[in-house]
């Protein structure tokens, strides 16, 4: 009687073990062979391994460089941009609202940054 009520007790987790065993069962008889599988795949794995070796070799024929080469050209697109010239040159006698304005505004500019 003792190990029929210990039975009974464990009755839930006996029931999953014996469902998964035969879960895990039918999967090995029903699926497929390792072999199979390869067999069908094997042009996707040539190729993702040829893919890898080609990304090592070039990443050993090129290193990284240490500095881009177009920080430089973008650091003076930059300044030419935040910095325009000073001074518009116009022909003689000839005087435009911008020229006026634009003295006051390099004195706001430089007003502005002295305040940063």
């Known amino acids: 009687m003792e190990i029929s009520e210990k039975l009974l007790k464990f009755k839930f987790h006996i029931s999953i073990a014996v469902a998964f065993s035969l879960a895990i069962g039918s999967l090995i008889y029903v699926a497929p062979r390792f072999l199979d599988v390869l067999a069908y ?3 996707l794995l040539l190729s993702t391994a040829l893919f890898l070796v080609a990304v090592i070799v070039f ?3 090129t290193p990284l460089a240490t500095e881009a080469p177009c920080e430089m050209a973008g650091e ?3 300044d030419f941009v935040a910095c325009p010239p000073e001074v518009l040159q116009h022909p003689a006698g000839e005087s435009s609202k911008s020229e006026d304005a634009q003295p006051e505004a390099a004195d ?3 007003k502005s940054e002295e305040n940063m």
Do not use: I, Q, T
């Open 41 to 43: 795949f094997w042009p």
């Open 59 to 61: 990443n050993k024929a």
């Open 76 to 78: 003076v697109l930059l």
């Open 108 to 110: 706001e500019r430089s």
